[in-house]
């Protein structure tokens, strides 16, 4: 066994050609803040259009700011808490509660946001509205789209400079990275463009037709917009959250490290799970030659610790067994007395 490596907070593990976040946690913490300030103006700004116009949609992306908005203090608190360091009662540091606050988060967006929308949508298609001014809705869309537009930059930015780092794709650095707060903002911050353009659309039609029905299927396509979004988020934070592995690629290149080694013969069984934002603990049951002393372990057990943190930054445990089996407890059945 040997001890903790060396690591980043948010170094990334990731496929062979996607890397994880190589951003610092004080990047991911000011898109963070930057998203919520944004979006606390945008849902007073959007509930005052909303209020004025007799707009379901416009109400809807009131509500779908204000979920982000909690979702981004959420998010906020995942960065702090998950950060802490290690002690005696977590001896491998609090990087999982980042997925619980960010799993909340994702809660957060699908009840408020989604269940609101839809709720209203419904309720105007059933029973119509009064129409109002929507001109000063169009004004609260077209600002709302700029200041979401900036936000979303942001993110972008910051996914884009990790991606060419680790030389990947942003898309695969999104599908893969376990630096959930900046898969969040980045998911809801486009979510966000696209329901000020369905808001948009549902006030366009309604003036044009006299008809409150297609702003009662904006507010409802909002919704399912959110849902998305929010399952999608979801899923991610409660595999990272009861312990994910790395991708197979990746297991593969931990396990070519160790078996590259001198003394290594072979290694049956290897796991990995991610215990934090681009932290990982590798365990591996390792069969060592036949001839190795137990000072030759010693080294052989520093030196695969150097191997697989050179390759893989985000290695922060390493653990190795020079047993045969498959590392699994076996309990004996209890005997009838």
């Known amino acids: 066994m040997t001890q903790p490596a060396p690591t980043t907070q948010h170094a990334l593990v990731e496929e062979t050609e996607g890397g994880d976040s190589g951003s610092s946690g004080g990047e991911s913490a000011g898109t963070v803040v930057l998203a919520g300030a944004v979006n606390l103006a945008i849902a007073v700004a959007k509930l005052v259009g909303g209020l004025i116009s007799h707009s379901s949609a416009m109400l809807s992306e009131a509500a779908h700011s204000l979920a982000d908005t909690v979702t981004e ?16 009662r977590h001896p491998f540091g609090y990087g999982r509660e980042t997925y619980f ?78 630096d959930t707060t900046v898969k969040a903002v980045t998911f809801e911050d486009s ?104 000072a030759d372990l010693e080294r052989a057990a520093d030196e695969a610790e150097r191997r697989l943190v050179a390759r893989h930054p985000g290695v922060r445990y390493v653990f190795l067994d020079p047993t045969p089996g498959d590392g699994r407890a076996q309990v004996a059945a209890p005997t009838a007395e």
């Open 191 to 294: 979510a966000a463009l696209v329901g000020l353009v369905l808001a948009a659309l549902g006030l366009f039609l309604e003036q044009l037709t006299g008809d409150p029905v297609w702003d009662g299927i904006s507010a409802i396509l909002i919704g399912v917009l959110l849902i998305l979004v929010a399952g999608s988020l979801a899923r991610a934070n409660i595999s990272l959250l009861i312990g994910q592995s790395v991708p197979g690629a990746t297991q593969q290149e931990l396990k070519d490290e160790l078996l590259a080694m001198n003394l290594v013969d072979d290694v049956p069984f290897l796991l990995t799970t991610v215990i934090g934002p681009g932290q990982l603990l590798v365990a591996a049951k390792v069969d060592f030659a036949d001839t190795s002393t137990v």
């Open 73 to 88: 203090v959420l998010l906020f608190i995942a960065l702090k808490r998950g950060s802490r360091a290690a002690d005696a």
């Open 101 to 178: 606050w960010a799993f909340l988060a994702a809660l957060c967006t699908f009840g408020i946001g989604a269940g609101f929308s839809i709720y209203q949508g419904v309720e105007t298609i059933r029973n119509g509205e009064e129409q109002g001014s929507p001109t000063i809705s169009y004004i609260v869309l077209a600002v709302s789209f700029v200041l979401e537009g900036s936000s979303l930059v942001k993110a972008v930015r910051q996914v884009r400079s990790s991606a060419r780092e680790h030389k990947t794709t942003s898309r695969q650095y999104l599908r893969h990275t376990t």
